[in-house]
T-cell receptor, first 113, second 112 residues
Framework: DVKVTQSSRYLVKRTGEKVFLECVQD?????MFWYRQDPGLGLRLIYF???????EKGDIPEGYSVSREKKERFSLILESASTNQTSMYLC????????????FGDGTRLSIL | QKEVEQNSGPLSVPEGAIASLNCTYS??????FFWYRQYSGKSPELIMS????GDKEDGRFTAQLNKASQYVSLLIRDSQPSDSATYLC????????????FGTGTSLTVIP
């Protein structure tokens, strides 16, 4: 089974802090994704990566950055956390090719105070 | 703009009934279609994938794809209270690699 591991299930930070969310997958997948999920808005793509050191902006990249130094690890960075970034953050990974599903981690519920 | 539309519900069915969930998509370049189940407070879990027109069955679940009409559906037979969750439809377009477009989900409640 595919295993996608997010570093924290719950996280509380203060406004202005730099926040790191880590994601590791064990299936040698090329593709990794960061989403946020808010009630009524569904899943929104923040950033994704097709390869090591590669990154692409999703629909809502403002206020976020990412890092992919190793194939198995994809990090999401909130440069200066704000209260409107309070959300559920979901990491996913998927194999190459359009027929491959994405597999999700357990999610990180982040609260910015 | 690639859109994936789902009826947000809530959809309520009695235990043992068939639950029917529908999803429409806007781009004819769509290639792959996935259904995820998400329990409250949990992350999405893949339950079905379908790539060709017609039906695909897996246990109590059947996915149906009609590319001409641009819709994909999920049928859950013999619905159980444990099926109560939000169901997300995801579409992968031919030219976007592994990037998915998600619907906002349909909330299903199975009443004992």
């Amino acid at each position: 089974d595919v295993k996608v591991t997010q570093s924290s299930r719950y996280l509380v930070k203060r406004t202005g802090e730099k926040v790191f969310l880590e994601c590791v997958q064990d299936m040698d997948h090329e593709n990794m994704f960061w989403y946020r999920q808010d009630p009524g808005l569904g899943l929104r793509l923040i950033y994704f990566s097709y390869d090591v050191k590669m990154k692409e902006k999703g629909d809502i990249p403002e206020g976020y950055s990412v890092s992919r130094e190793k194939k198995e690890r994809f990090s999401l960075i909130l440069e200066s956390a704000s209260t409107n970034q309070t959300s559920m953050y979901l990491c996913a990974s998927g194999g190459g090719g359009s027929n491959q599903p994405q597999h999700f981690g357990d999610g990180t519920r982040l609260s910015i105070l | 703009q690639k859109e994936v539309e789902q009826n947000s519900g809530p959809l309520s069915v009695p235990e043992g009934a068939i639950a029917s969930l529908n999803c429409t998509y806007s781009d004819r370049g769509s290639q792959s279609f996935f259904w995820y189940r998400q329990y409250s407070g949990k992350s999405p879990e893949l339950i079905m994938s379908i790539y060709s027109n017609g039906d695909k069955e897996d246990g109590r679940f059947t996915a149906q794809l009609n590319k001409a009409s641009q819709y994909v559906s999920l049928l859950i037979r013999d619905s159980q209270p444990s099926d109560s969750a939000t169901y997300l439809c995801a579409v992968n377009y031919r030219y976007t690699g592994n990037q998915f477009y998600f619907g906002t989900g349909t909330s299903l409640t199975v009443i004992p």
